[in-house]
C-alpha cells in the first residue's frame, strides 16, 4: 500500500555533527528513523546525502523516493540493533555462493563461468585466505568450516551500515563473494552484476530477452548499486 502523500513542512535540509556522528536537521530539528531512533550516520558525506534527499522533494513529500534514506534506517533500527542476526542471515550466501555452481566442464557455459566467475573467487580465497569447494551441478556441497569461520570474522569487522548494504548485495546476487567484493573500494558495479546474472544472460542469448525480466533486471540493478553506495559513504 503506497504511503499518503504530506505536504511538505520545513524550508531547509541541513547535516549538523552530533555525539556518535551525523545527522540531518529540517529547519534545524534533528530527524529519527522510521522505528524512532535518532538518526546518527558515521560521515558528513553520508549526512549530506541524506539531506539531498529531502532538500529534492517538492510541495508534496514522495516518500518513494527516499532510497538511501530507508536503507541508512534498517541499519540504525535492524542492524545495529541485532548484529549477530544480520551477519546470520547473510552467511548462507557464502555456504551456498552461486560463484560456486557450475555446469558440467562439456558444457558451453561451463567455460564462461571458469572466464568470469573464477577470477572473483580467487581473489576473495586471496583476500580472506579462504578455499571455497567447487561443485558442477546443483546439489549442495557445504563449504569448508574454516571458510565460514573466517567470511564470519570479515563481516563482523564491517560497520553496520556496510553490513546492510551486504545484506542487500549478497541477496540480490545470490553471492557473497560479490558482495563483499562490491563493497570494496573503486568496485567495478556493472561488471559484478553482470556476473551475478551470468546464467540469466547466457539464457537470454539462447532464447531472447523477456520485457519484463529485463524491467525486474534493471529495477533489482538500481538497489545494487544504491546497497553499494551506502557503504562507501559510511566509510567517506
Same mark, same amino acid.
Given at each position: 500500500?503506497?504511503?499518503?502523500?504530506?505536504?511538505? *513542512? @520545513?524550508?531547509?535540509?541541513?547535516?549538523?555533527?552530533?555525539?556518535?556522528?551525523?545527522?540531518?536537521?529540517?529547519?534545524?530539528?534533528?530527524?529519527?528513523?522510521?522505528?524512532?531512533?535518532?538518526?546518527?550516520?558515521?560521515?558528513?558525506?553520508?549526512?549530506?546525502?541524506?539531506?539531498?534527499?529531502?532538500?529534492?522533494?517538492?510541495?508534496?513529500?514522495?516518500?518513494?523516493? *527516499?532510497?538511501?534514506?530507508?536503507?541508512?534506517? &534498517?541499519?540504525?533500527?535492524?542492524?545495529? %540493533?541485532?548484529?549477530?542476526?544480520?551477519?546470520?542471515?547473510?552467511?548462507?550466501?557464502?555456504?551456498?555462493?552461486?560463484?560456486?555452481?557450475?555446469?558440467?566442464?562439456?558444457?558451453?557455459?561451463?567455460?564462461?563461468?571458469?572466464?568470469?566467475?573464477?577470477?572473483?573467487?580467487?581473489?576473495?580465497?586471496?583476500? @580472506?585466505?579462504?578455499? *571455497? %569447494?567447487?561443485?558442477?551441478?546443483?546439489?549442495?556441497?557445504?563449504?569448508?568450516?574454516?571458510?565460514?569461520?573466517?567470511?564470519?570474522?570479515?563481516?563482523?569487522?564491517?560497520?553496520? &551500515?556496510?553490513?546492510?548494504?551486504?545484506?542487500?548485495?549478497?541477496?540480490?546476487?545470490?553471492?557473497?563473494?560479490?558482495?563483499?567484493?562490491?563493497?570494496?573500494?573503486?568496485?567495478?558495479?556493472?561488471?559484478?552484476?553482470?556476473?551475478?546474472?551470468?546464467?540469466?544472460?547466457?539464457?537470454?542469448?539462447?532464447?531472447?530477452?523477456?520485457?519484463?525480466?529485463?524491467?525486474?533486471?534493471?529495477?533489482? *540493478?538500481?538497489?545494487?548499486?544504491?546497497?553499494?553506495?551506502?557503504?562507501?559513504?559510511?566509510?567517506?
Amino acid at each position: 500500500m503506497a504511503e499518503p502523500e504530506m505536504k511538505r *513542512f @520545513y524550508k531547509e535540509a541541513a547535516v549538523a555533527e552530533t555525539e556518535g556522528g551525523w545527522r540531518v536537521l529540517l529547519d534545524g530539528r534533528p530527524i529519527k528513523t522510521a522505528g524512532g531512533r535518532p538518526q546518527v550516520v558515521p560521515t558528513p558525506a553520508l549526512a549530506e546525502a541524506l539531506a539531498a534527499e529531502w532538500a529534492a522533494q517538492g510541495e508534496l513529500i514522495d516518500a518513494q523516493t *527516499f532510497h538511501l534514506r530507508d536503507l541508512a534506517d &534498517f541499519a540504525i533500527d535492524a542492524v545495529a %540493533a541485532d548484529r549477530v542476526q544480520t551477519i546470520r542471515d547473510v552467511m548462507p550466501y557464502g555456504d551456498t555462493d552461486t560463484l560456486c555452481y557450475r555446469a558440467d566442464p562439456e558444457d558451453a557455459l561451463y567455460q564462461r563461468q571458469i572466464a568470469v566467475w573464477e577470477p572473483l573467487l580467487t581473489e576473495a580465497e586471496a583476500r @580472506y585466505d579462504v578455499h *571455497f %569447494a567447487r561443485i558442477s551441478g546443483i546439489l549442495h556441497k557445504p563449504q569448508p568450516p574454516e571458510t565460514m569461520a573466517r567470511l564470519e570474522a570479515a563481516l563482523s569487522a564491517e560497520n553496520d &551500515f556496510a553490513l546492510a548494504a551486504l545484506k542487500m548485495l549478497s541477496s540480490l546476487a545470490a553471492s557473497l563473494t560479490i558482495a563483499m567484493a562490491a563493497i570494496r573500494p573503486g568496485a567495478d558495479a556493472e561488471a559484478l552484476w553482470n556476473a551475478a546474472n551470468l546464467e540469466e544472460d547466457w539464457q537470454v542469448e539462447l532464447w531472447g530477452e523477456d520485457w519484463e525480466a529485463a524491467e525486474r533486471r534493471a529495477a533489482r *540493478f538500481e538497489g545494487f548499486k544504491l546497497a553499494i553506495r551506502l557503504a562507501e559513504l559510511s566509510r567517506a
